[in-house]
């Protein structure tokens, strides 16, 4: 299997770095092998059937035209907890981790209602589901897809969330009142394309992506009205925003009533999140 690992580094140089290779070729063989790395043997590295090393081959192959890595496994973690990924729903950023530990942080009461609009592969609404105290937590998306991929991410951790397909410009009628709404929705501008990655181009669901040049602040208008409606008062609301746009988000939000609108930035140090409170007698 040696030859095989210097294979696959080969394979890969040029495309990845050395540390990126690395991890890659650990992830690989943990595919191939259906183990963690840890208890993958000498012995098994170097007798891999056909069948695997064929798997590895075709795993090879599709990270070098470009297909991120969570995709052609199929999995990805978040937070420190197992997703299933496939091309119907964003991959999970590390940015999104520091949206949820904010929201982590502020939330330790028992049985909060949380709702995540455009929840994707429900890797917030999960991982809340998971680590808030007996927590009641709901997600949307317009799309069929995407919930059925977090929906069975719900099932692979054990918790439960209310999903429901829903488009959040429509009327938003009776619904439950919520601490708690979060999302991080479409914020892409197209102009931003040329200065994109080609993989999370070529690969990444657009519709989960982007918003026109000329309404960039579209998905935050509509979700706040909605937070006006259904949060309690004094409930919170979350976003995760394009670091170009976080006073922007900041101004239409007061401007919207929310009071005590706070922008935060990533451990990069960009403008990555903000919270807003619903005041008495908003909305």
Known sequence: M??????????????????????????????VCDD???????????????SELRKA??????????EPVQYVLGKTEFYGIPFMITPDVLIPRPETEELVEW???????????????????????VTLAKKMSDARVYAWDISEKALKVASENAR????TVHFSVRDVFQPVGIDPVFDVIVSNPPYVTESEKATMEANVL?????????????????????????ASELLYNN?????????????????????????????????????????????????
């Open 2 to 31: 040696q030859h095989s690992v210097r294979h696959i580094l080969q394979e890969l140089n040029g495309l990845y770095s050395k540390s990126e290779i690395s991890v890659l070729a650990q992830l690989i063989l943990e595919e």
């Open 36 to 50: 963690s790395f840890t208890g993958i043997t000498t012995d098994k590295i170097n007798h891999l059937s056909r």
């Open 57 to 66: 081959e075709d795993i090879v192959c599709r990270l070098k035209n470009g």
């Open 103 to 125: 929201i982590l942080s502020g939330n330790r009461q028992i049985g909060r209602s949380v709702l995540d609009i455009g929840t994707g592969s429900g890797c917030i609404a």
């Open 156 to 159: 692979l951790n054990g918790v």
């Open 202 to 226: 070529g690969f990444e669901p657009h519709e989960a992506l982007f918003v026109p040049n000329d309404h960039a602040l579209l998905f935050y208008e509509r979700i706040a009205d909605v």
């Open 235 to 283: 409930g919170e609301l979350y976003f995760e925003i394009n670091r170009e746009k976080g006073p922007e988000v900041c101004d239409m939000l007061r401007g919207k009533g929310f009071a005590r609108v706070e922008l935060r930035k990533d451990i990069s140090g960009n403008d990555r999140m903000v919270r807003a409170l619903k005041p008495e007698g908003h909305g």
